[in-house]
């Protein structure tokens, strides 16, 4: 598709259609996909449902088909699974950028190459072809997620931090449209930046909150690093409004920034 150009999303997913956590996955989300995904869906669903409780509204901003690209907080090592979870029970088989290490880790790696998630060569020349890879995966009328802070947060009372340009180039070149969602909870299960062992006790609620498409329409086409960081600014501004609303707590005035190890000003 053409650089700027932006597609009418699909339509919303209304209330009466939501799915609840505990709904069979084959009504839940009837879309054909690869075998292995469905059936680790199936599993990690189960497991999610016994272990932690689930609030999550009706995700009616989420295109029901089409590229989009889901933009989200990270907050814990146990967030991807309850986020995957949270996309596919309303009807959309997401496909995540991730750190490739995860690739070379046995299990994991093999699930990931599987179910079609992209790998991120950080800090490498070929860092970017994830986003080829995404842009293809977008044209082919996937979800891509992407953690715009590219880690999970160092903020000290967790909330999130400035962007990385990833998610906002991604955005910028294809036009497709940019999806915030903030959750909350899976940080009590595995706090901080280090995995461990999971806290299951006690039992604790993950929260999902989707919001409206982050309105870049004034940015469209362009590449420059000044729009990059505008619309990464936007992205997180709109991620940060719906944990807020989580939390139901004030966000702190100023935003953290991994790359000096503290708040800066907003925007």
């Known amino acids: ?150 880690t999970i947060t160092a903020d000290p009372d967790t909330w999130p931090m400035t962007a990385r340009p990833g998610a906002a180039r991604l955005a910028l070149k294809t036009g497709y449209p940019v999806i915030p969602v903030g959750q909350w909870g899976a940080n009590f299960i595995m706090p901080g930046k280090r995995p461990g062992w999971p806290r299951l006790w006690p039992r604790r609620t993950l929260v999902f909150r989707t919001g409206a498409p982050v309105d870049l329409s004034d940015l469209a086409g362009r590449t420059d690093s000044e729009a990059v960081v505008a619309a990464g600014v936007r992205i997180m501004d709109a991620v940060t409004a719906l944990v807020a609303q989580i939390r139901q707590a004030d966000p702190p005035e100023g935003v953290y920034d991994i790359r000096v190890g503290a708040r800066v000003p907003r925007g």
């Open 1 to 150: 598709m053409r650089s700027g150009s932006v597609p009418e999303p699909g339509p919303a997913r209304g209330p009466v259609e939501a799915a609840s956590p505990r709904t069979p996955l084959k009504l839940a989300n009837p879309t054909p996909v690869q075998p292995t995904y469905r059936r680790l869906a199936r599993f990690a669903g189960w497991l999610l449902r016994r272990i932690t409780d689930q609030d999550w509204d009706n995700a009616e901003h989420l295109p029901r088909t089409g590229g989009a690209i889901v933009v989200s907080n990270h907050i814990s090592y146990a967030d991807p699974p309850a986020l995957a979870q949270y996309l596919i029970w309303r009807g959309r088989w997401p496909r995540a950028l991730g750190k490739s290490d995860l690739w070379k880790v046995p299990v994991i790696g093999r699930l990931a190459r599987a179910t079609g998630q992209i790998p991120v060569e950080r800090g490498t020349e070929r860092a970017r072809d994830a986003l080829v890879h995404a842009q293809d995966a977008l044209e082919a009328g996937e979800l891509i997620i992407v953690y715009p802070e590219g």
